[in-house]
């Protein structure tokens, strides 16, 4: 899941996504862009939002490893949980795997609870069935209750 609320989101989403095909794997497939607004105390601007599904040969470790590397590259700074951020960039599911250790949980523990994650993973995956809960992404999506307006974002 590709994000970001800062200038340029759209290009560096855009200049991400090069670098994961390039030092990840393939991106097989990208949802639309979705615009929401942030989350938590701090006022700032919408968020756009992206799904997009990647085949990777690398293990969960070293993927999360290149990750945190290319939100480095595009300017990532990690001042204030849910501040402004350039690029984020999450691993929401690894297959049907199920990882928790202290620097990676997948599935990532807010999936069923964030309208603007549910519903880009929609367009992709909708019949994915999440490993810990047991339940696809249309019914996480269905029983949300996030009530942050979703919509399609266009440039």
């Given at each position: 899941m590709l994000?970001?609320?800062?200038?340029?989101t759209f290009e560096v989403m855009n200049i991400a996504k090069v670098l994961i095909n390039?030092?990840?794997?393939?991106?097989?497939?990208?949802s639309s862009v979705y615009q929401t607004a942030a989350w938590g105390p701090i006022v700032q601007?919408?968020?756009?939002?992206?799904?997009?599904l990647v085949f990777s040969p690398l293990p969960p470790r070293f993927l999360?490893?290149?990750i945190l590397s290319i939100e480095l590259q595009l300017g990532r700074k990690r001042i204030v949980k849910y501040g402004p951020r350039t690029i984020?960039?999450?691993?929401?599911?690894?297959?049907?795997?199920?990882?928790?250790?202290?620097?990676?949980?997948?599935?990532?523990?807010?999936?069923?609870?964030?309208?603007?994650?549910?519903?880009?993973?929609m367009e992709?995956?909708?019949?994915?069935?999440?490993?810990?809960?047991?339940?696809?992404?249309r019914e996480l999506l269905h029983k949300c209750k996030d009530e942050l307006e979703v919509r399609k974002w266009k440039d």
């Open positions: 994000g970001g609320n800062e200038e340029r390039q030092e990840v794997g393939k991106i097989f497939k990208a601007p919408d968020y756009l939002n992206q799904a997009i999360l490893k290149k984020d960039i999450d691993i929401l599911f690894y297959g049907e795997e199920f990882i928790h250790t202290k620097d990676l949980i997948v599935p990532h523990p807010e999936i069923q609870n964030r309208k603007f994650v549910l519903l880009p993973c992709l995956i909708p019949g994915l069935k999440h490993p810990v809960l047991s339940e696809t992404v």
